[in-house]
T-cell receptor, first 113, second 112 residues
């Protein structure tokens, strides 16, 4: 079956521009997560959506970062006024519920020039 | 103390070697445990769950020591294809980060 998909796979942008990253979770998965991974580093938790509950935004590094999940399915992560330190791979994951096996998408590689 | 700690490595071993990774966790309320594998420039994928009694999947053996709050992964007869980063993952029900806390990973490089 279809796994988690993300788009775009690669994004190059100029400092100061806004970017939107998209995640399509596995159908039926109620939990959706965004992570960031810088080169050679571990996963950095950003935000977590579970059903209709208020998202856990505790990992967002600044107010330039925001995320939405529409209709309990597709999610977009928006980074406003991008900075060079935002360059990383942004990974989305979904699971049937909290704590369940997390299935990751292939990620979006973001490069801010 | 970090919630989940791993030796970052790298562990450089020859083919056929046995290698073991340890991971410690700080929250005694942690309920379930996993090892994920992440290949270079790929997304993490579940390798195996870790059960209290210990469990084995082919060349891979996972063990849990709740008293000492550590988890281990043993790989026997290493293959070149085992080269990857191994992430220790801990589930704390009702905890932060959507309950699953990921370690930074231990990098394994298997050489011919």
């Amino acid at each position: 079956g279809a796994g988690v998909s993300q788009s775009p796979s690669n994004k190059v942008t100029e400092k100061g521009k806004d970017v939107e990253l998209r995640c399509d979770p596995i159908s039926g998965h109620t939990a959706l997560y965004w992570y960031r991974q810088s080169l050679g580093q571990g996963l950095e938790f950003l935000i977590y959506f579970q059903g209709n509950s208020a998202p856990d935004k505790s990992g967002l590094p600044s107010d330039r970062f925001s995320a939405e999940r529409t209709g309990g399915s597709v999610s977009t992560l928006t980074i406003q006024r991008t900075q060079q330190e935002d360059s990383a791979v942004y990974l989305c994951a979904s699971s049937r519920g909290p704590g369940g096996t997390r299935y990751f998408g292939p990620g979006t590689r973001l490069l801010v020039l | 103390r970090k919630e989940v700690e791993q030796d970052p490595g790298p562990f450089n071993v020859p083919e056929g070697a046995t290698v073991a990774f340890n991971c410690t966790y700080s929250n005694s309320a942690s309920q379930s445990f996993f090892w994920y594998r992440q290949d270079c420039r790929k997304e993490p994928k579940l390798l195996m769950s870790v059960y209290s009694s210990g469990n084995e999947d082919g060349r891979f053996t996972a063990q849990l020591n709740r008293a000492s709050q550590y988890i281990s992964l043993l790989i026997r007869d290493s293959k070149l294809s085992d080269s990857a980063t191994y992430l220790c993952v801990v589930n704390v029900y009702g905890g932060s980060q959507g309950n699953l806390i990921f370690g930074k990973g231990t990098k394994l490089s298997v050489k011919p």
